[in-house]
């Protein structure tokens, strides 16, 4: 449970100097972004990040230089798949003249949603700063359940009577509070096009290639989820590295 702590956060104060857009942009999408980047670095709840497979060469250091230098999937092998005795779309045999796609991000995945978390975080501080207390210093405790009508009346006296005398005077304060919704929407659109990036200009047009994949000719078809996010990639690995790095051990010793 120590990775969903940041739950806590879902804790909804009564006083809410915001609408429930905003609420639902800093509060329950800053929490899913932190949740999913804690369970993806919970290695003893999920497995290791990489599982590479070789006798020869020894797990530890393949998995670490696999996982470091990134793995790749061969194009005609995506298009193709099967038909040469390929185990996976985009594994099989290739060489030099083969076009192949790395996939590099799986190791940024952890740093780019806390990313994501605070840029989704952001307007609500910005906010926080420009509100400065004013909206829970004028409900003066209202928004709370008491059972003291007389005081409660009074507050609503007090409070009428300050809405009436200070009318069309606080312009600044929803003009921010409106520049902070639009930073919302920028974060939010922005975090569209910084993700299409951050997969190789491939999540754009995820959602309309999952809705045609089942109308799509089943010998050809390949799953977009199993193009952009393969669970079996490749990795060269060079056997004169490994001796080269033995022998120098050697020579230390």
Known sequence: MRYLAAAKILKKHNAQVDNSVFYLHYRISFVIFVICGALVTAKEFVGNPIQCISKAVPMHALNTYCYIKSTFSVLRHWTTPHEDGSAYPGVGAHDDEDQVVFHAYYQWVPFVLVLQAIMFYVP?????????????????????????????????????????????????????????????????????YFTDHFLGGTFLEYGTEVINFPDMDPETRVDPMTRIFPRVTKCTFRMRMLLSLWHGAHKDN
Do not use: P, Q
Not at 145 to 167: F, I, P, Q
């Open 124 to 192: 609500r501080y910005l906010w926080k700063t420009l509100e400065g207390g004013l909206f829970t210093t004028i409900i003066a405790g209202l928004d709370k359940l008491t059972m003291d009508e007389n005081s409660r009346h009074k507050k609503h006296k007090v409070l009428s009577h300050y809405m009436l005398e200070h009318l069309n005077m606080h312009m600044n304060w929803a003009i921010r509070f409106f520049l902070c919704e639009a930073l919302c929407l920028v974060v939010v659109v922005g975090n569209i």
